[in-house]
Structures are given as C-alpha cells and as structure tokens.
C-alpha cells in the first residue's frame, strides 16, 4: 500500500522560505520518479516539479522556477521542496506524488503553506 507522508509546511512571511519533505512507503521509491503538486483554495491541483528516481532529471513549473528546488533521498525513501522567496500566491496544500510530472494517483494527505504578512 502506498503511503506518502508530506511535512514542512506552515506560515511564513512574504520573501521566507520553507523545506517541505515527503516520505514514502509501499512501492519501489528508488525506481520511481516523484513530483510535487499544489492545490490553492478554489483552484485546481497543479504541477509544481518533478524529479527522476536517480535525481538528475528535473522539472520545475514556470510559476516556482528559479525559486523552488526538488531533491531527493533514496536512502531515506524521502523527497524534498526547498521552497525559496516565497509569494502570496504560494499559498497552497502541497502534496507529493509518485509518477514524473503526471501523478500515478497516489496523494498523501498534504502540508499547508501560507505566505502572509
């Protein structure tokens, strides 16, 4: 079964930064790409990167790059979002998930990012 534990978040000003982490059970992590999304209120899920299984492929939004990293553990079954210069519009649940760019359709529960002032 799969699980993926996201943690991490929380309220930071405007220009902060925050580490999200995600750890992963139940399926092969180290053979598997993984990706970040984020679901801000009233709006759909969207991509926001994706990282290959030996951690050398990456992808970024357009929205995060520049500003956010993907990286990953294999040894710790754990994927991470250094999340930089943080926005108002940042403001979302970001969840992990197995797959690259395009979710395998497992979700962990989320941690909630708030950017305010």
């Known amino acids: 079964q799969v699980q993926l534990v996201e943690s991490g978040g929380g309220l930071v000003q405007p220009g902060g930064s925050l580490k999200l982490s995600c750890v992963a059970s139940?399926?092969?992590?180290?053979?598997?790409?993984m990706s970040w999304y984020r679901q801000a209120p009233g709006k759909e899920r969207e991509f926001v990167a994706a990282?290959?299984?030996?951690?050398?492929?990456?992808r970024h939004a357009d929205s995060v790059r520049g500003r956010f990293t993907i990286s990953r553990d294999n040894k710790k079954n754990t994927v991470y979002l250094q999340m930089n210069t943080l926005k108002s519009e940042d403001t979302a649940v970001y969840y992990c998930t197995p797959g690259w760019v395009v979710s395998t359709g497992s979700w962990g529960q989320g941690t909630l990012v708030t950017v305010s002032s």
């Open positions: 139940g399926f092969a992590f180290r053979d598997s790409s």
């Open positions: 990282i290959g299984n030996f951690g050398i492929s990456l």
